[in-house]
């Protein structure tokens, strides 16, 4: 969208180049599957890869830990089926 290609463009400006990364994505805009980070789980185990503000790719580890998706579930307040 328009603020990914705004972000594009201040890259190329601040740091001239056409390519980026977006590591650590926040865990409150991520799936509910999405690993959080070890270190602060107010961040997230995910990327996107960009070209002059356009996403070419993108990534992120998925929760393997039942225990951890049932809390992540809780947090995010989405009840859990049986």
Excluded: W
């Excluded at 356009?54 to 307040?77: T, W, Y």
């Amino acid at each position: 969208g328009a603020m990914e290609l705004a972000l594009g463009d201040a890259v190329k400006e601040k740091y001239g180049t056409d390519f980026f990364m977006l590591d650590k994505y926040p865990s409150d805009i991520r799936p509910f599957y999405t690993m959080p980070d070890p270190d602060d789980s107010r961040f997230s185990n995910s990327y996107d890869m960009f070209i002059r503000g356009l996403e070419i790719c993108s990534g992120a580890q998925r929760c393997h830990d039942p225990d951890l998706v049932q809390e992540i579930l809780a947090q995010k307040g989405i009840e859990v089926g049986e």
